[in-house]
């Protein structure tokens, strides 16, 4: 008998086809969104479970579902795992890692540049019958190349996202990070380390790109956003709650930063309603890695994750490696 697997979220067909020769395979492919007792339900049974980011896996959805071995995650970021329980009950968490790096350090920029050049907001007027007559101040931004690129976070993306900048862009690319990266790797990004406060003064334009946990938690909030320049800009790609919503939206609407570029949100799909109200910010429904190629490789990274670990006991990608070790 096939291991049973379930995919919950509607995924490429081809990685059902493909999961489908090694697993008995039930998919959810009408993307129903369900609730955490909903997927408890669904996952009765299952062997394995290939998550897109947004479900829950915590201590009482483990408990509910004892012959469960793994959570193929189709994403970098994990902080829909409670790692912790998962290690305690004996569950593997994947993620897909390397993948997406470039893609999402593509986007980054496309979300900057859109920020600091009023992308968005001038193809509104535009749209809206607004457009009569040039002005020498219309739609004025910030420059990009030259100006002060500052990373916070300097992981794989963080790292790719001032390759761009500085060798691309002619950036001076300043970064923070927990750790401090090598003098190798900071001379190939052509980055240099600073403080989190002298970043926050320093930069031009802010990006984002660590990872959720309790400790990035409004990260940035009134007191940051308050140190930054007038005229600098702020990105997100990293996740929702890094950023005080609320507090960056008013500090949109006084200017006390020029102008925002959101990827992410706190408790997303939704977006905190005073940043539907403000023209200076981009807003765009988490599309990070959205290109066909990045997807499908994280989709088959993922779907590696279940074939390795549960027909091969090798996954890729492991979280918490002392599941394995702990057999
Ligand atoms: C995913 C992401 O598409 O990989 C990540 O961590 O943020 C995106 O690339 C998203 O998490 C899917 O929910």
Known sequence: MLPKILISRAIFPEI??????????TSNQDDVLW????????????????????????????AACPVLKICANMAVGYNNFDLDAMTAAGVLGTNAPDVLTETTADFGFALLMATARRVAESEHFLRAGLWTRWRYDMFTGSDIHGATLGILGMGRIGQAIARRGAHGFGMKVIYHNRSRLDDATEAQCGARYVGKAELLKTADHLVLVLPYSASSHHAIGATELAQMKPRATLVNIARGGIVDDAALAAALRNKTIAAAGLDVFEGEPKVHP????????VLTPHIGSATVPTRLAMANLAADNLIGYLLHDKPLTPLNPAVLSAR
Do not use: C, W, Y
Not at 40 to 54: K, N
Not at 274 to 281: E, G
């Open 16 to 25: 059902i086809a493909r999961l489908g020769q090694h697993f008995d395979v």
């Open 35 to 62: 609730t955490p007792s909903q997927l408890s339900e669904q996952l009765q049974g299952m062997s394995g479970v290939f998550t897109t980011g947004g479900e829950r896996i915590d201590a009482a959805l483990l």
């Open 274 to 281: 005073d940043l539907l109200t403000v023209p200076n910010v």
